[in-house]
């Protein structure tokens, strides 16, 4: 219920840790569940592409509709 504050705390999040894999996947996460598909997307493509592991994306509960994307699957 708090969006202005959670979406301050994801941008600071994303300035100290850019590069980590676990940390742009949770941002993908918080990304989605605060209604910015666009966002999640872009930090989904950035932790997979720093190394973090696909079947931990389709194991995520919360990424089931990123995972239902035309998007995800490109």
């Known amino acids: ?3 202005v504050a959670a979406s301050e ?4 999040a994303e300035l100290q840790s850019p590069t ?3 940390i742009l996947f949770r941002l ?5 569940i605060a209604g910015q598909r666009a966002r999640a997307m872009e930090r989904l493509e950035q932790a ?3 190394g ?8 995520e ?3 089931i509709d990123v995972r239902n994307d035309v998007r ?3």
Do not use: D, I, S
């Open 48 to 50: 997979l592409g720093a």
């Open 9 to 12: 705390e994801l941008n600071r």
């Open 52 to 59: 973090y592991a696909e079947k931990e994306v389709r194991a």
């Open 72 to 74: 995800y699957h490109k």
């Open 20 to 22: 980590q894999a676990g």
């Open 1 to 3: 219920g708090e969006t």
């Open 28 to 32: 993908a996460v918080a990304h989605e």
């Open 61 to 63: 509960p919360e990424l």
